[in-house]
């Protein structure tokens, strides 16, 4: 059976769409699919990538806690994943699903994290900070921000002449390809651990 993952973004939805296209492509075989997204956003187009793959999208304003939560839980999610997802989650959503939700972070944490930091921030603290490194790092969720328990982190170096934005098209190249393998696994302890204790 198949885990059912539910994917919440703000933006563009790139993550989203590197998420779906390397479940799909294991085809059958696949441990998971998402089943909706669900954005705090009309205008996000992560909402038409959705759409354009044929998957499920609701828009739930922040303010809607319990809305939120409902949607989850009556959908029977078993993993909820961040892309791009700007919102500090209700209290019922994370206690609801409490190791069941995962971020990515375009940065190291917990240096380059907290409220505020995401996106281009990230990256112009990074290159102001002078280190030569960066890093992708995915994390449990909790009621803080990039707070959560550290999944993985993949270095990225920082170039000499590096914008924001160029070291930007670095880090989502490998957030493309590392957040899809990291959720998989983690796919695969929650099956292995709801086994066990069947």
């Not at 059912?4 to 294991?26: E, K, M, P």
Request: charged residues 20%.
């Amino acid at each position: 059976m198949r885990s059912r993952i539910a994917v919440l973004a703000s933006g563009g939805g790139s993550n989203l769409q590197a998420i779906h296209d390397y479940f799909s492509s294991i085809g059958e075989a696949r441990s998971a699919d998402v089943v909706v997204v669900i954005s705090d956003r009309s205008g996000a187009y992560a909402l038409e990538r959705a759409r354009s793959n044929g998957i499920e999208t609701l828009v739930v304003p922040h303010t809607e806690h319990g809305e939120l939560d409902e949607s989850l839980a009556s959908r029977k999610i078993d993993l909820v994943v961040l892309a791009g997802y700007l919102r500090l989650l209700p209290a019922t959503v994370i206690e609801r699903f409490r190791h069941r939700i995962v971020n990515i972070h375009p940065g190291p944490l917990p240096r380059f994290g907290g409220a505020g930091m995401y996106g281009e921030r990230v990256h112009a603290a990074v290159i102001e900070s002078g280190v030569r490194e960066t890093a992708v790092t995915v994390h449990l969720v909790d009621e803080q921000y990039d707070n959560g328990a550290i999944l993985a982190q993949w270095a990225v170096p920082v170039l000499d002449g590096d914008t924001p934005e160029s070291l930007s098209r670095r880090v989502v190249a490998v957030e493309h390809v590392m957040y899809p393998r990291v959720i998989e696994l983690v796919v695969a302890l929650l099956a292995s651990t709801t086994n066990s204790t069947h």
